[in-house]
């Protein structure tokens, strides 16, 4: 029987995606290179803040300005964050129900895990039990290191957890913690990319994800 949701945050129960390209674009323009557009960005993320600089600066940047510009990326961040950026409809209502039922729910995310707990805390209060990110120490999803704290914290085993994301690196994080995965078609990727990177369950909601949730809850 499984116990255990979970979420990747970025596309998944948060659309940050406006303020992470305002971010981006400000930090460009500081140092004098091209804006990046809306799409362009939403290619970009998924696999934290100095990859997603890494593929917005002009080609063949120097390592040097790259890193400034990561540096000057997240400070900026910090205090840019919550502007635009809100939960996907119908995602404070679902994580409602599954605190109530008392399914453990945690949060994976390759966002630094200070900025993490904050948006977790401040748009899902208590109802998310755990919140795993970016420490500096341990590698990034699709390493599934973070996933192990997880399965940790909670004394379960992979059979117990299933994984909710909307990227590539989710579908990889789930396969290689051993997780069973839901895919979110409202994210950061269209369902193609998910098809090629081995996804096979999809949520174009969260009525749908919901009612997949419930099916293994009920019959695993």
Not at 6 to 29: Q, R
Not at 117 to 132: A, H, L, P, Q, R
Not at 169 to 175: E, F, G, H, I, Q
Request: proline residues 4%.
């Amino acid at each position: 029987m499984k116990n255990t949701v979970i979420f990747d945050l970025d596309g998944t129960l948060i659309d940050t995606l406006f303020d992470l390209t305002d971010s981006v674009n400000y930090v460009l323009t500081e140092n004098k290179m091209p804006k990046r557009t809306y799409d362009e960005i939403r290619s970009f993320v998924g696999n934290g803040i100095y990859r997603t600089i890494e593929l917005a600066v002009p080609l063949n940047t120097p390592k040097e300005l790259t890193d400034k510009c990561y540096k000057e990326m997240v400070e900026y961040y910090k205090t840019h964050s919550l502007i635009k950026t809100k939960p996907y409809e119908g995602v404070q209502e679902l994580i409602k129900v599954l605190h109530d039922k008392k399914i453990n729910t945690a949060v994976a995310t390759n966002k630094t895990e200070p900025a993490a707990k904050d948006i977790v805390k401040m748009f899902f209060g208590e109802n998310i039990d755990f919140v795993v990110g970016d420490d500096k120490k341990t590698p990034l999803k699709p390493n599934p290191d973070n996933i192990i704290k997880i399965f940790n914290h909670f004394n379960i085993k992979p059979e117990e957890a299933i994984y909710i994301g909307d990227s590539e690196v989710d579908v990889l994080t789930a396969k290689n913690s051993n997780l069973d995965m839901i895919a979110v078609l409202w994210g950061f990727r269209d369902k193609e990319i998910l098809i090629e990177n081995g996804a096979s369950k999809f949520a174009q909601n969260t009525n749908e994800l919901l009612s997949l949730l419930n099916s293994y809850f009920s019959h695993s």
